[in-house]
């Protein structure tokens, strides 16, 4: 049973808001959403281990140095930047 | 002769050049897009200024290869230095990556000439392509229909001619489903095969690029240029050999399965057309065999949990910090943060984000993620098994053709439904290939998949080859674009 506090408590871990007049909505919507995942446990409990696909593995290169991005690059994206920074907010 | 080597074939033997042919394709776009909503960035100055380049090569007679000048576009979650990729997003409007994703790194190294960037459904998550920031892109079969998702930019602007073939990305379906949808090709290769890197993220474990085409040949030539082994993707293995040169092989004795399962709840019109190909494919020779697949049975369920954790867990990195939206009133960071996020993401996006953080919650990690993970196995193994009686699995792409826009949003259950003939081949990792099999009685197109083995793309190609070569009715042109 999904409950309005259990949104709550979601939303803030996921760190969304929610207006108060849509949290009665999206529980109901949670709840069939969950309602319906919930088939899996009609399934024969399996301990089938599922780590990898295709028998892949990691691939790591050598640690050697590379070219990489500079700073002024990396920073061309961000909204706010201050003194070659990434500026997170503003002081109160 | 596919859309691909007809273009080559008029570049090399100088029925027009590449500037005109380019423009051609710009005057087709800006003549269409307003209904299609394909294109959510024309990008015409460097289309170009890449078709340039390509006639001053032949001018010169030097010689150039198959993808050359072949006007193409990316699904917009596909990174273009320096072009905005948004994955029609809110929260990424603006950004503009400063890499290439490794896959335009190859085309563009062989002056592909990219038209634009194209609509998708907000960061991949929808099967209508209408969770967009932008407004969903329409089928060119009838623009009232969806073009489907979340690739529907890319299959709608190949559908209508508006691009020779373009790349998208497949989670659970959004290849496949969208070309269906539009009556085209789209092949989800096997995980691993083709380089992830500069793939904006949506579930990494099932993410995957492939090619949307007009025929099964061009898609067998761009999936061979695309899938090579990448050091900048962890879980890259690239593609040893080529499936051009096997595309035309005999199918003669080649044991195509039918699971059961594949084919319930299936509306009456895709049945009668897939089992149809199945005897297109009895007179090629081929033997067709029946079997049951039970584990399908949880497949979507185990899909959705799967690719909503993970996407929990990806779309993390947008706090409006380094790139994108940024709220523009807070106070303090954890409100910053919630702020850009609530106002950049969309309802699904959000929708999925919780539903991803509450099956990892302490609780409920056990009944939900680690169970889907466990249930993921036994589909893996369940199609091991298929395949030691088939070589190829034949199956509907969607259970139904693309409906009428605005139907998918009132009802996330029923639309996360027409995904399931498609998310099973993810969850195990395996190629699949949607083909236009014929129409309903509206004139929609219908797709069937052809499902292969791990790293089978040859194999299902083949297939899907001999196919258009028996049944190339079923592969109709829109009256859109471009006429080659």
Known sequence: MVTREDVENIALLSKLFVPEEELDSLTQSMQEIIDFADEINKAPSSDEAFDNINNLSNVFREDEVVESYNSEEILKNAPEQAENHFLVRNRE | ?????????????????????????????????????????????????????????????????????????????????????????????????????????????????????????????????????????????????????????????????????GLGSDTGGSIRQPASFCGIVGLKPTYGSVSRYGLIAYASSLDQIGPITKSVEDASIVFDAISKYDDKDSTSKGFSGDTYSSLNNDIKGMKIGIAREYLDGVRDDVKEAVLNAAEVYKSLGAEIVYFDLPALKFALPVYYIIACAEAS???????????????????????????????????????????????????????????????????????????????VILAPTVPMTAFEMGRAVSDPIETYLTDICTVPVNIAGLPGVSVPCGFNAKGMPIGMQLIGKSFGEAEILNAAYKYQQAAGENFKDTKWGVKL
Request: charged share 20%; glycine share 10%.
């Open chain 2, 313 to 391: 867990s990806n779309l993390g990195r947008y706090d409006g910090i380094r790139y994108g939206y940024k709220t523009e009133h807070y106070n303090g960071t954890h409100d910053m943060i919630c702020r850009t996020r609530s106002e950049g993401f969309g309802e699904e996006v959000k929708r999925r984000i919780l539903l991803g953080t509450y099956v990892l919650s302490a609780g409920y990690y056990d009944a939900y993620y680690k169970k889907a993970q466990n249930l993921r196995g036994t589909i893996v193994k369940a199609f091991n098994e298929a395949f030691t009686h088939c070589d």
């Open chain 2, 1 to 165: 002769m596919g859309t691909i080597a007809k273009i080559h074939e008029m570049l090399v033997s100088k029925q027009c050049s590449c500037a005109e042919l380019t423009k051609s394709y710009l005057d087709e776009i800006e003549k269409s897009n307003g209904e299609l909503n394909a294109y959510v960035n024309v990008t015409g100055d460097e289309a170009l200024k890449t078709a340039e380049k390509v006639d001053k090569k032949i001018a010169s007679g030097e010689e150039i290869g198959m993808l050359e000048g072949v006007p193409m576009t990316l699904k917009d979650n596909l990174s273009t230095k320096g072009v905005e990729t948004t994955c029609c997003s809110k929260i990424l409007t603006g950004y503009k990556p400063i890499y290439n994703a490794t896959v335009w790194d190859i085309l563009q190294s062989q002056n592909s000439v990219m038209l634009g960037k194209t609509n998708m459904d907000e960061f991949a998550m929808g099967s209508s392509c209408e969770t967009s920031y932008f407004g969903g892109a329409t089928n060119p079969f009838n623009t009232k229909h969806v073009s489907g998702g979340s690739s529907g930019g890319v299959a709608s602007a190949v559908g209508a001619n508006i691009a020779a073939y």
